[in-house]
Nanobody, 127 residues
Framework: QVQLVESGGGLVQPGGSLTLSCAHS????????IGWFRQAPGNEREGVAC????????YYGASVKGRFTISADNARNTVSLQMNMLQPDDPAVYFC????????????????????WGQGTQVTVSS
C-alpha cells in the first residue's frame, strides 16, 4: 500500500526557513513522480515543486522558484522541501503528492491531478 506522510510544518518568521519532509513507502521511487502542492484558505491548490523519480528532473512553481528546493533521499525514501526566504504569501497547508505518470510532474507544476495525497502539514509565517 502506497503511503505519504508529511512532517516538518510549523511557525516561522518572515524571511526564515523551514524544511518539510515526505516519507513515502509501498512503491519504487523510480517509477513515480513526487511533488508538493499547497493550499491556503479560500485559494485553489497551487503547485510548489516536483521531482521525477526516473531521471531526477525537478520543477518549481513560479512563486517559489529560487527560494524552495526539492530533494530526494532514495536511501531513506523521503522527499524534502527546503523553503527559504519565507514570505507572507507562503502560509498554507502543504501536501506531498505522488503519481505513477511522469507527465504529472510538468515544468509549470500546474497539474493537481495526482493520484496520491498525504494528509498535509501546516506552514505559518508570522512575526
Amino acid at each position: 500500500q502506497v503511503q505519504l506522510v508529511e512532517s516538518g510544518g510549523g511557525l516561522v518568521q518572515p524571511g526564515g526557513s523551514l524544511t518539510l519532509s515526505c516519507a513515502h513507502s509501498g512503491y519504487s521511487f523510480r517509477d513515480y513522480v513526487i511533488g508538493w502542492f499547497r493550499q491556503a484558505p479560500g485559494n485553489e491548490r497551487e503547485g510548489v515543486a516536483c521531482v521525477r523519480g526516473i531521471n531526477g528532473r525537478k520543477y518549481y512553481g513560479a512563486s517559489v522558484k529560487g527560494r524552495f528546493t526539492i530533494s530526494a533521499d532514495n536511501a531513506r525514501n523521503t522527499v524534502s522541501l527546503q523553503m527559504n526566504m519565507l514570505q507572507p504569501d507562503d502560509p498554507a497547508v502543504y501536501f506531498c503528492v505522488a503519481d505513477s505518470h511522469e507527465s504529472m510532474c510538468d515544468p509549470d507544476v500546474a497539474t493537481p491531478m495526482y493520484d496520491l495525497w498525504g494528509q498535509g502539514t501546516q506552514v505559518t509565517v508570522s512575526s
